[in-house]
DNA sequence: GACCTATTTAGCAAAATAGCTAAATATATA
DNA sequence: TATATATTTAGCTATTTTGCTAAATAGGTC
């Protein structure tokens, strides 16, 4: 499977959009994402791993615990060259004034 | 199933997002947005239907053909907000600047 | 080393997805 | 109205996905 397959197949399930969402603020352990959901752990480890293949998230070991932490530049590039690749830049733009108006 | 969801379920298939890819440039029939598969009418057929129920694109009946149409807004919107929601405004603008310079 | 905690891997069941063919529907035309 | 074309709907099968529990692995501590 190639990389932006792996990327929105890995965006297609809410929990996993959701992990990323926790992930935002900053990067935290397995158990800890976890603990913020109703499944069970492997579960949770499991949709981390598919974040992961996709790279959407790393991982380090930090003594007994594995911290995951959000790769928002990997997110945004794949994402974003989709897009760009299906929408027109009038559109882009578009968006970009809207949200600035918004904000 | 939520408007998001639905965006990200469909866009998670790879036919569909080629599909997206033909409307770039126009609309076009069923039949010939299959034309550029190799899997049958009603598979095509559903895809379309997937598609439409994200408002990821439009259909209209003309005469014995049923056009489809892309909604670019709607899939910059849904996905741009998804983007926006998750990575800091910091790494979007970082975006914006490295594609420009790709220009 | 023994034990405890954190996490992943294995193996299974249920649900969702995507493909197919055949049949149904809708429009156009003779 | 009968027929032809375009598309969708129905019904089926194979595969993938997601959840679970139980077992395995890795590291920390007594």
């Known amino acids: ?14 929990t996993r959009r959701q992990i990323l ?4 603020r900053s990067e935290m352990a397995a158990g ?3 603990a913020r959901f109703e499944i069970s752990g ?3 480890s499991r949709h981390l791993a598919i974040l992961k293949s996709a790279e ?5 070991r930090s003594g007994n615990h594995i911290l995951y932490r959000l790769e928002p ?25 809207r949200s600035r108006r918004r904000t």
Chains 1, 2 share one sequence.
Not at 21 to 24: A, G, P, S, V
Not at 56 to 60: E, T
Not at 75 to 97: E, Y
């Open 1 to 14: 499977m190639n990389s932006i397959s792996r990327v929105f197949k890995a965006l297609a399930d809410p």
């Open 21 to 24: 969402q926790e992930l935002k």
């Open 32 to 34: 800890e994402i976890g």
């Open 56 to 60: 959407l998230v790393s991982d380090r």
């Open 73 to 97: 530049h990997n997110l945004a590039n794949a994402v974003g060259d989709f897009l760009s690749a299906i929408c027109s830049t009038q559109v882009m733009q578009q968006r970009k004034i």
């Open 42 to 44: 492997p579960s949770i």
